[in-house]
């Protein structure tokens, strides 16, 4: 059972407008979560995190939201712009534990 | 600039051979990662390393082995490679503080085919 959930395989997004890309867990003792955004024929890279005593974090045009009670976390991207066109990938730690468990990914299409 | 670097990012090998992947990285990081991704299931964890010559199991390690030998080198060891495996293989390393909060440096990964 997959503990941390990207139900949106894909999306799309006009050019300038808000993309918002979802997260969902299942277990409660995850303490710290962390975006990464994987371009094709690349790893993925470090964009955002956010740790459980906050419910929001932002750098640039990122936010990121945590709502614990809901188990659910979002990413906004404010504007979207061509460059952001990428995979998406949502991931959780508890207690310093080396293992992230991951999210499936979200490929998020910008449209000019 | 800062590289995890994988040697190979294609791999065709048949059914049984014995398959190696290498990853170095030149940040003198001490942790160092072997994930595997494939399509709806995102990235699981094989195997990692905190130190030379120390290695511990992730989440799907059966079917793999790891060596680290040089705090700038990892490798992933498939000891009789099956279908099964075919898949995405990227490698990360990340900072000498313990614990997933740090960011992780990833490969470029390597699509390994196994027929």
């Known amino acids: 059972d997959q503990q941390v959930k990207q139900n949106s395989p894909s999306l799309s997004v006009q050019e300038g407008r808000i993309s918002i890309l979802n997260c969902d867990y299942t277990?409660?003792?995850?303490?710290?979560f962390l975006w990464y955004k994987k371009y094709p024929a690349e790893g993925p890279t470090f964009l955002i995190s956010?740790?459980?005593i906050k419910d929001k974090n932002e750098d640039g045009r990122f936010t990121v939201f945590l709502n614990k009670s809901a188990k659910h976390l979002s990413l906004h991207i404010v504007p979207s712009q061509p460059g952001d066109s990428a995979v998406y990938f949502c991931a959780a730690s508890w207690n310093s534990n080396y293992q992230l468990i991951w999210g499936a990914g979200t490929k998020l299409i910008i449209k000019p | 600039d800062v590289k995890v670097t994988q040697s190979s990012r294609y791999l065709v090998k048949r059914t049984g051979e014995k398959v190696f992947l290498e990853c170095v990285q030149d940040?003198?990081?001490?942790?160092m990662f072997w994930y595997r991704q494939d399509p709806g299931l995102g990235l699981r964890l094989i195997y990692f390393?905190?130190?030379?010559?120390?290695?511990e199991k992730g989440d799907i390690p059966e079917g793999y082995s790891v060596s680290r030998e040089k705090k700038e080198r990892f490798s992933l060891i498939l000891e009789s490679a099956s279908t099964n495996q075919t898949s995405m293989y990227l490698c990360?390393?990340?900072?000498?503080?313990?614990?997933?909060?740090?960011?992780?440096?990833f490969g470029s990964g390597t699509q390994l085919s196994v027929l």
């Open positions: 940040m003198d990081h001490e942790n």
């Open positions: 956010i740790s459980s």
């Open positions: 277990n409660s003792m995850f303490d710290y």
């Open positions: 390393s905190y130190d030379v010559k120390m290695k």
């Open positions: 990360a390393s990340s900072s000498p503080k313990r614990g997933a909060s740090e960011k992780l440096f």
